[in-house]
Structure formats: C-alpha cells, structure tokens
C-alpha cells in the first residue's frame, strides 16, 4: 500500500541556494482539462457581470459592509437579518464538509476563484508571453537579456492590468457598480479612498498571482488542511492505483519481469500545480485539478493500456475492489444541511419589507375614557427592511376599536428605523376577561403587510 503522506510544502523546498524552489506545471489539455475550461469561462462571465446585473432593480450581489447592506439575488437585507447570514453560514460550512468527506479537496482545483485565476488566467498569460513550462524555466535560468526583460516586463505589466480589472470587479461588490462608476468618472479628490482601495486590492491581486501563487492553496488556505481531518477510506479523490500501476518501469517487450501499468514518465509530477506527486499517496497539497488524469491517460492510450490508472478513487475502493457508497457520516452531515435550509428557507420567506414589534407599556393601567371606552398606551418599534422609504399606517382589525396616536410612525427611510406610541381604545361593553387579544394591521401604500396579535387590558364586565 502507497502510504498517505503529510509533506511540507514541496514548492518550499530550497535549491542550494536557499531559495525558493519555483513550480513549472506543464500545460496538458484532456477531457478534464476541457470541462474546468467550460467552467472557468462560466465563472468568469458571471464575475465580471455580477455588479452590473440587476434583479428587480437590485444587483445580484452586495455585501456593501459600509453601509450595512447586503443583497442576495435581488433581495436586500440589513443587519437586522444578521441571523439569516449565520443560518446561510452555517449551511454553508456545513456544505462544505459534507462536499469534502465525499469528494475530497474538489472545489480548490473547480470552483476555488484563486485556482481558476491562476490556471484559466494568469497561467495562460505566462504561457502565451514566455512559452510552456520547459522553457519558462529556461528563460528564468538564463541572463538577463534583451529577450528575458522584454519578456518579464511585457508578462508583469498584462499581470497588473488583469489585478487592476479585478480589483475593480471586486470593489463594484462592495460599494456597487454605481459607486465604482462614480469613482472612474468623478475626480480622484472627491474619491481618496475608493480610488486608494482600487490600487490597495490591485497590489494585493498582482502580488498573490505573480509571486504567491501555488503557497495560498498549500500554506496560507486554512481549508486545506481541513482535508486530512475530513477524509477517509470512502472519500472519492484522485489518486493513484498503486496496486495496478506498481512495480513501476519503462515499457519493454524483452523484459520477461512483471510490471505495473505506471511507466514512471514524470508526467503526473510535471502537470501538477502544486509540484506534489500523486503515486505517493493522497497529500493535503493535492487540489483535485485532475490535470494528473488528463496526462496520465494520455500516456495510457499511447502505450495501449486501460485508462485511469490515475482517477477518482477511494482507498476502499483501489484496496478492496468495493465501489463508492453514501456512508451513515454523510448521510448524518446531509440531515443537518436539510434541517438548516429548511429553518433558513422558513424564515426566509416569512421575512416582511417592515419588522414591527408592538408592546404595550410597562406599569401602565388601563383608561377609561369617555363614551364607556377602555383605553390602553403601546410603543411599536419599526425598522424599514426595503431600499426605498415606506409610508407606515397602524390600523386595527376590528372597526369597532378605535387608535389615536401620539406619534405617528409617518414615513420610514431605507434601512431605517421609528417609533410609534398610540391609543388602543376599546368599548368596555366587549371586554368579557382580563386581557383580550386584538390584533393590529400595518398597512404601507394601501398594502397590509403585517398583521400584529397583542393583549388589551381591561376591566371584566
């Protein structure tokens, strides 16, 4: 058996001269490469779009943390719905644990933005500018020529344009591409700080693809490590099949000793982006980018030998011939998930534009009032949840009980908030018991969109 290895960072192994050992993954273009391609170019589209796409006037998303508000496909929402975030949180992690037992470190090598940018993006660039892997090593090893410099500064001035988009995109989700635009066509003196973030992130993006690089997955993602925790024997991740592929050894019709399928070319080392090799056992630096597969299959194919000698598998699976099944830990990690989209999808939809709490006041009595009503004082708390002001009107169910204000609610701003204090008054004839249940409409723009239950106080006749 191939023993699971926990190995420093192989990028952060050091050449004699202490330095940092740089990786040169080779660029192999199969199926698997075909469909993160697809992927990538979906994910893209979708993340430059996003600021500027509107869903009933509302961007797609925007997590403006500034001004405290956050929208969700269209629907707007305010600190007030913090418990919504941290049910969405934590359905989200959930998610995330219950995607890695099954599927292992998948989503680093498909979904990760830091992976698709660097691969689909960056990597293409330094592909296009100073050619694949061999000779992008051999330019670095070289003198600094009229070729490496013109190269290097051609390479580093398209990687800063890139950072500048993205940063760009990035700070359009935060303060909203109305924000961003004023930024771009407004004078810099009238947006110090908007025009400081942009530069700030762009550096920050420039730096992470030009020079950190491969170190976010392996060093700085604390998710990786989560990998070595999360995984078992039932968890499908790519791997190797040591018990075909080994002994290892070139192809040779006169060698009469038996040989593994694995002829030992290199290959799945060289296209590996974090420079781990993949015949040592499942390692935490492993992103699942299957571009391991793709090489090896076509070296496979070349020697005409079953293909997949590098797949997806489980240690189950290669060690004891059993196929993938759905394990009571999955199944537990699924019944959560289940149980916080429901509570969250509940709360979601009884969510109002207007949150209103409606007390009646604390050491107050009753009041008897003239034409033989009973009178009582309550405070209604309301907090605008839309992005657009509301006229609010309190108005009881039962035309029979009358409401007088002594401070109207009037019209709330966006995401704001106001306080009503009023007069329930009851004819005492229809007070049977001590406290009687009455309920109150709230009403924006002739729409009723809450109905409040409260407790009236009254003498019993």
Same mark, same amino acid.
């Given at each position: ?364 009595? %009753? ?55 009023? %007069? ?38």
């Amino acid at each position: 058996m191939i023993p699971q290895v926990d190995t420093a960072d192989p990028q952060m192994e050091a050449t004699e001269s202490n330095k940092r050992k740089w990786i040169y993954p080779l660029i192999r273009k199969g199926k698997f490469y075909h469909y993160r391609s697809w992927l990538s170019y979906g994910y893209l589209a979708l993340f430059f779009a996003g600021p500027f796409l509107r869903i009933g006037g509302q961007p797609l998303l925007l997590l403006n943390v500034m001004e405290q508000k956050f929208v969700l496909l269209g629907q707007v929402f305010w600190p007030q719905d913090f418990f919504l975030f941290v049910l969405g949180m934590l359905a989200f992690i959930v998610s995330i644990v219950l995607f890695t037992i099954a599927f292992g470190r998948i989503f680093c090598g498909w979904i990760c933005p830091q992976t698709i940018f660097m691969e689909m993006v960056f990597r293409k660039v330094e592909e296009w500018i100073e050619g694949d892997a061999r000779k992008r090593k051999k330019l670095d090893d070289g003198p600094w020529d009229f070729n490496k410099r013109w190269r290097k500064a051609l390479k580093h001035v398209v990687f800063l344009l890139i950072s500048f988009l993205i940063a760009n995109t990035f700070l359009a989700y935060v303060i909203g591409s109305e924000g961003l635009l004023r930024i771009v066509t407004e004078p810099v003196s009238r947006h110090w700080s908007g025009f400081a973030s942009i530069w700030v992130f762009t550096l920050v993006f420039y730096l992470v693809y030009s020079q950190v690089r491969e170190l976010v997955c392996t060093m700085i993602c604390p998710y990786g490590r989560l990998q070595g925790v999360l995984t078992d024997k039932h968890t499908l991740m790519v791997a190797y099949n040591y018990l075909r592929g080994e002994p290892r050894g070139k192809v040779n019709k006169k060698d009469t000793q038996r040989k593994g399928d694995c002829v030992d070319c290199g290959l799945c080392v060289d296209v590996c982006p974090t420079g781990i090799d993949i015949r040592k056992g499942p390692q935490l630096e492993c992103i699942n980018c299957t571009a391991c597969i793709d090489v090896c299959n076509e070296v496979m194919g070349k020697i005409e030998r079953p293909l997949n000698l590098i797949g997806f598998y489980s240690e189950e699976q290669i060690k004891e011939g059993k196929p993938p099944r759905f394990t009571a830990r999955m199944a537990a990690y699924g019944s959560v998930i289940c149980v916080l989209m429901g509570v969250l999808t509940f709360f979601v939809l009884q969510r109002s534009d207007v949150d209103v709490t409606v007390m009646r006041s604390a050491g107050l009595l %009753f009041q008897e009032q003239p034409g033989g009503y009973i009178s009582n004082l309550y405070n209604a708390d309301l907090i605008n949840k839309t992005d657009h002001p509301q006229q609010i009107v309190i108005k009881p169910v039962d035309p029979a009980i009358r409401l007088k204000y002594v401070q109207a609610p009037g019209v709330i701003d966006r995401a704001g908030s106001a306080k009503a204090i009023f %007069f329930v008054e009851v004819l005492g004839k229809n007070i049977h018991q001590p406290k009687t249940e009455i309920k109150l409409q709230v009403i924006t723009h002739g729409k009723v969109i809450a109905t409040i239950s409260t407790n009236f106080i009254g003498p019993v006749n």
